[in-house]
């Protein structure tokens, strides 16, 4: 079994020597596909033993795609960006799929777990890549649209590709969407126009109206948002469902949120975006912040344990931010619940929280604040021993920060009585 990786690269001189390197030991050749670098990247790529090809650059992402994969020997090719690359666990199983669907005909690719984080490595959106990364070298196996590129098999007349799931075991880390590297970068100018050049072309196609939509959110510019998800809504295929369609709503939605539209008014396409996707989280999540932000507690409440519930069942074939970032889903309801002053429930989610992440520290403030209006300090002392490990030294600085910024001066005292006479030394000279 022969395995290629492949890439296509323009100036990507601090992201290529990760991507190559992190699976060098998994593929047997790499080639690279430059379209027109003026840094160090074709350098750094040779160097790294990469087989580098030259493309000219035609504003068409697959064709360039696809020139990689003429290239390539590989019985199957990994085609990353180069901001993409596998978690440490998935890169020792990868060769293990491969071999599981070699012979399996009906098997085009495998099926990863795409998580896109941002420049602090936390997640921002998870779904499983709906156009493998992994697949076979196969003839009927080429990428189509010159922006936003699938990889679709010419010998079905709906071009979609068979894949085998292992998203549970296999994931794509991806940061090239942070905010400030798309910014950087001049992503969001070069998408928007290639993306209406495409719908100039094909003006009833409502996956690049969908795209556009997206990357006008990106900008702030909201209005035009909702007008791209709704002219995609309008031009989808009655009676599909693809990737995209619950993305159209949670679009126009997160749009009407940061314009501050009315709550009459987000409600209104709530209503309709439950109706066609009831176990899609995010248009909760929308809901419940939208409603704690006009002091609606009970509803915020409402939304926000329905999107709980919905992110522990959830199965959907369609990026989640909720699912991603559950914290501050949990974080919205403590607040609610909070404001709602039900200081039960504000201990249960918080200590839900801590036992999964002791070092979420906006969560670890809140609840210390409302054990402060309801316990003495010596059993909140004893109550974090359950969580936190007080032979630790980062475990006990972070209670003393809490501490320290919830204006409690016994409690202080207390969690300093637990540090080390050097500790509070080194503290001291810290300070």
Known sequence: MYISQCLIVKNEEE??????????SVVDEQIVVDTGSTDRTVELAEKMG?????????????????FAIEKAKGDWIIF????????E???????????????????????CQMVNIDKDKNPVT??????????????????????????RNSYKGNGNTNVGDASNNLIIYHTGYDKEIVMEKNKIDRNISMINSSIAENPEDAKMHYYLSNEYYRIDKYEDAIKSARESIACKTKGTDEFFHPLLYRNILSSMYDMSAPLEEIKREFDIA???????????????????????????????????????IY?????????????????????????????????????????????????????????????NEENIVDFFKKIYDYNNLK????????????????????????FTQDELSELENKE
């Open 89 to 111: 666990g998935s890169v020792q199983k990868l060769k293990k799929y491969m071999k599981m669907w070699m012979r399996d005909k009906n098997i085009d690719g495998i099926m």
């Open 50 to 66: 990469a087989k580098v090809f030259h493309f000219e650059w035609i504003d068409d992402f697959s064709a360039a795609r696809n």
């Open 126 to 151: 998870i779904a499983n890549n709906i156009s493998p990364r992994v697949f076979k070298n196969k003839k009927n196996l080429r990428y189509k649209n010159k922006i936003h590129e699938a990889l």
């Open 315 to 375: 199965k959907m074939n369609v990026e989640s931010n909720s699912v991603a970032k559950i914290d501050s889903v949990y974080t919205a309801l403590i607040k609610a619940n909070a404001k709602a002053d039900n200081k039960l429930r504000v201990v249960q989610l918080c200590t839900a929280v801590l036992n999964t992440n002791k070092y979420n520290y906006q969560i670890l403030r809140a609840l210390i604040n409302t054990f402060l209006s309801a316990e």
């Open 80 to 87: 990353l960006d180069c901001d993409e690359y596998f978690s």
């Open 15 to 24: 992201n290529i020597e990760h991507c190559l390197g992190h699976i060098k």
């Open 395 to 418: 475990d006990k600085l972070y209670l003393l920060k809490a501490s320290q910024e919830n204006n409690n001066e016994k409690l202080v005292d207390l969690y300093k009585n637990l």
């Open 274 to 312: 439950v109706v066609e996707y009831p176990e899609y989280p995010d248009y909760y999540f929308i809901m419940g912040i939208t409603s704690l932000k006009e002091n609606e507690n009970g509803d915020a409440i409402e939304y926000l344990e329905k999107c709980i519930e919905l992110c522990s």
